[in-house]
């Protein structure tokens, strides 16, 4: 159920996609925190109590995109993170 996604509470979306070849499946971009990384989860509308798949990633996604001919891949835009050394 979503109460347990407490992960996601607080972040930001960012970006959202449809899947053109599956209408219901929506691909949404979270935001990152203090801790540089970003999720994606994929959703059914026909079943939105969960996402289908959470996917985890380091940096700071800006864009979400399914294939245009197969669902099942998925695609980010990313920003580089700052390096967090000063270099």
Not at 38 to 66: A, D, K
Request: charged share 15%; proline share 8%.
């Amino acid at each position: 159920a979503t109460d347990t996604l407490n992960f996601l509470e607080e972040r930001p979306v960012v970006a959202m996609s449809f899947a053109s070849d599956q209408p219901c499946l929506l691909l949404v971009a979270h935001g990152t925190l203090d801790d540089f990384r970003s999720y994606l989860t994929i959703w059914n509308i026909s079943s939105p109590s969960q996402p289908q798949h959470v996917l985890v990633t380091s940096g700071y996604v800006r864009s979400v995109c399914f294939s245009p001919t197969k669902a099942s891949m998925a695609f980010a835009g990313m920003r580089m993170a700052p390096y967090p050394f000063g270099i």
